[in-house]
């Protein structure tokens, strides 16, 4: 199957600062990508669609001036968190979609921690 | 609007032995359906998907699932677990046709003891 890359897989940050998530597709073009957040023991909850060349879509309650989303290229999207507080620990996955299987391909996830 | 229902937080057996995992789901239209394993710290791993054709969906790692329309379900199944199936396991709905975005299930954790 195609394969989704993410960096970094952990991260460690201080309250107040800005982090950067990077979701590749590394066999294919992802016109669409998804990031999503686990919260220990919880299923996935999809915070926001991204589209190459488009702004994002989020869902409801998800604060898109927080969690900036980029979708600059067919192979690369980007999640970065602002003014991190300690709640927005958690664990983020992105996936891309490949609209010719209806198949999702999910990265591996980051783990970010806010101290 | 579609969901999942995943009725086991936790499932435990032991090595060997089969194991049934539940999925129901509920949609106005039809569906494309998935089940999704998940080791601890990774991300997911799609095991099977049921698209159309033949209800009964063979995947990887020895699992299957049927998909029954008129209980509106999608069990995961599998005749003889490993210790290395220990994992979570989510089942996930799309419609055919939509915005491709799933609505995953709570999950169910899978706890194979030797």
């Known amino acids: 199957g195609a394969v989704v890359s993410q960096h970094p897989s952990r991260v460690i940050c201080k309250s107040g600062t800005s982090v950067k998530i990077e979701c590749r597709s590394l066999d294919f073009q992802a016109t669409t990508m998804f990031w999503y957040r686990q919260f220990p023991k919880q299923s996935l909850m999809l915070m926001a669609t991204s589209n190459e060349g488009s702004k994002a879509t989020y869902e409801q309650g998800v604060e898109k001036d927080k969690f900036l989303i980029n979708h600059a290229s067919l192979t690369l999207s980007t999640l970065t968190v602002t003014s991190a507080h300690p709640e927005d620990s958690s664990f983020y996955i992105c996936?891309?979609?490949?609209?010719?299987?209806?198949?999702?391909?999910f990265g591996p996830g980051t783990r970010l921690t806010v101290t | 609007a579609q969901s999942v229902t995943q009725l086991d937080s936790q499932v435990p057996v032991f090595e060997e032995a089969p194991v049934e995992l539940r999925c129901n789901y509920s949609s106005s239209v039809s569906v494309y359906l998935f089940w999704y394993v998940q080791y601890p710290n990774q991300g997911l791993q799609l095991l099977l998907k049921?698209?159309?054709?033949?209800?009964l969906v063979k995947g990887i790692n020895g699992f299957e699932a049927e998909f029954n329309k008129s209980q509106t379900s999608f069990h995961l199944r599998k005749p003889s677990v490993h210790i290395s199936d220990t994992a979570e396991y989510f089942c996930?709905?799309?419609?055919?046709?939509?915005?491709?975005?799933?609505?995953f299930g709570r999950g169910t954790s899978l706890i194979v003891h030797p």
């Open positions: 049921y698209l159309s054709g033949s209800t």
């Open positions: 996930a709905v799309s419609e055919p046709g939509g915005s491709y975005i799933p609505t």
């Open positions: 996936s891309a979609l490949d609209r010719g299987t209806h198949e999702q391909y």
